[in-house]
């Protein structure tokens, strides 16, 4: 270090800034090597300060948010309302956003993933949960709305380990190929029977007038009431028969079967 810069006195800025750091006994110092030193001092300690509290904090703010345990605290909502209903049978109470519809507060705060979110505007089916017996399009029910009722997603459908007779039916029938419509297919599917039982009438009721009994569900009654769920394989005929047996109570004869090593030869 030369001698002239051994005297070089503090600019107007590093003097300001270094008041401010600094405690008031301190702000007199003139020898230049101290008042240096000690400026430097402080803005290493304070520019330190704030790198660490990017690299820390913002790590230990995203694993809080990232965090399943915490999935269900809220996060910067706006309009906040507390919803508290059954989630399969599991008192749930969380704050949403107002706007937030059932299906996001599905995936993304009770990390219930199975509804899907296929076209977003309810006409797909590939939403459909069940909620106080009916089914609706998650997509388009807002999480508000469902304070007090109860939800039941394709998650809740399976007991004790045991599928559901609707999902059994599907595997046993081959009603899905690449399986993303099956959880809102087997959703409404279920639905469906109690309507069913209900003698709700549908567009294809011959005589909407007359509200019979428990109804006997034909091929077409099947078609009009799955008509909403969309399968873009199209397994169709598949969920037809798996529906029918579940109502019915009747085995449905399976319309395919396994290759056996002599017929894959001949392929």
């Not at 270090?1 to 070089?8: D, L, P």
């Not at 090597?33 to 000690?38: T, V």
């Not at 003698?199 to 009654?221: A, I």
Request: net charge negative.
């Amino acid at each position: 270090m030369t001698e002239e810069n051994q005297n070089q006195e503090l600019t107007e800025d590093e003097k300001q800034l270094f008041g401010q750091l600094l405690c008031e006994d301190q702000n007199d110092l003139t020898d230049f090597n101290e008042a240096r030193r000690n400026f430097l001092k402080q803005i290493t300690l304070a520019g330190g300060g704030i790198l660490a509290m990017q690299m820390f904090g913002g790590e230990v703010f995203a694993r809080s948010i990232n965090d399943p345990l915490n999935a269900e605290l809220p996060v910067n909502l706006e309009n906040a309302v507390n919803v508290a209903f059954k989630v399969n049978g599991v008192k749930k109470s969380l704050d949403v956003d107002s706007r937030m519809t059932l299906l996001d507060t599905l995936r993304e705060r009770l990390q219930l993933t199975g509804s899907k979110k296929g076209c977003d505007h309810g006409q797909c089916g590939a939403c459909t949960v069940i909620v106080d017996g009916k089914r609706v399009l998650s997509c388009l029910t807002l999480a508000a709305t469902c304070t007090g009722k109860s939800v039941t997603t394709i998650e809740g459908l399976a007991k004790g380990g045991e599928l559901h007779p609707m999902q059994a039916a599907f595997l046993k029938h081959d009603g899905f190929q690449c399986g993303y419509c099956t959880p809102g297919q087997i959703c409404s599917a279920v639905a469906l029977m109690t309507e069913a039982k209900n003698g709700e009438v549908s567009y294809v009721t011959p005589d909407v007038r007359v509200k019979p009994g428990s109804l006997q569900l034909t091929d077409n009654e099947i078609r009009e009431r799955m008509s909403g769920n969309i399968c873009r394989c199209g397994a169709y005929p598949n969920i037809v028969d798996a529906i029918k047996e579940v109502h019915s109570g009747k085995a449905v004869a399976q319309t395919w079967d396994f290759v056996d090593q002599k017929q894959s030869t001949q392929i």
